[in-house]
C-alpha cells in the first residue's frame, strides 16, 4: 500500500506516479528520489528482524561525527523498515477514507472524517496551480472511490508499529 503517494500532480496535469512510476517518493523538481524496492509485499518477521539487527549496530555511533557513506546506511536501513512495515500492514484494519482534504490544486490528501473535520477550515493553500484542475478533481475522487484507508491512520499506524519494534529491540 502507497497510502499519501498518487495523489501529487505535476503542473502539465499527470500525476507523478504516470511520470515516474517506479518511484517512490519524488523530489520537487528533478525526479524520482529512490526506485521502489519491493518483492510484491512478501516481507517476512526474518526480514525485519534483520533490518533491526543493522539498525542495532549503529547503537553508540555519532551521527554528526560519522562518514557520510555510515550516515547514509543508518538512513536507509531505517527506510527499509518503514517499507518493510508497510508492506506487512493490514489495510483492511484501518478505517476507510471517506473526505479529500485539499492543500492546493495539485496536491490532496483522503482521510476518515476523525482526521478530516478538524482541519476543514484549513485547506487549500493555493501556491500551486495546475492545467488541467478537473482531471486532478476527478483523480482524487477517483482514487477515494477505490476504498483506500484513510492517510492520517495509516502513517499512525505505519509509525505505530515502528515504535513498537524499535522499544522491543532497544532502540527507542
Given amino acids: 500500500m502507497t497510502a499519501g503517494h498518487g495523489n501529487h500532480y505535476d503542473v502539465d496535469g499527470r500525476s507523478l506516479d504516470e511520470r515516474w512510476p517506479d518511484a517512490d517518493a519524488v523530489a520537487g523538481i528533478g525526479g524520482p528520489v529512490r526506485e521502489l524496492k519491493t518483492d510484491g509485499g512478501r516481507v517476512s518477521d526474518g526480514d525485519i528482524d534483520a533490518i533491526l539487527d543493522e539498525l542495532k549496530s549503529f547503537e553508540g555511533v555519532d551521527l554528526a561525527e560519522a562518514e557520510p557513506g555510515t550516515v547514509e546506511q543508518f538512513f536507509n536501513a531505517q527506510d527499509r523498515l518503514m517499507e518493510a512495515i508497510d508492506a506487512k500492514l493490514d489495510d483492511d484494519d484501518l478505517p476507510q477514507a471517506t473526505h479529500i482534504w485539499w492543500n492546493d ?49 495509516h502513517s499512525e499506524a505505519l509509525y505505530g508499529r515502528r515504535d513498537e519494534l524499535l522499544e522491543e529491540r532497544d532502540l527507542a
Avoid at 119 to 136: K, L
Wanted: proline letters at 6%; one cysteine or more; charged letters at 25%.
Fill in 105 to 153: 490544486q495539485a496536491e490532496f490528501h483522503l482521510y476518515c472524517a476523525d482526521h478530516y473535520f478538524p482541519i476543514a477550515n484549513e485547506q487549500w493553500t493555493g501556491f500551486t496551480e495546475v492545467d488541467d484542475p478537473q482531471a486532478v478533481t476527478q483523480a482524487a475522487r477517483d482514487r477515494l472511490d477505490s476504498g483506500v484507508p484513510c492517510e492520517k491512520c
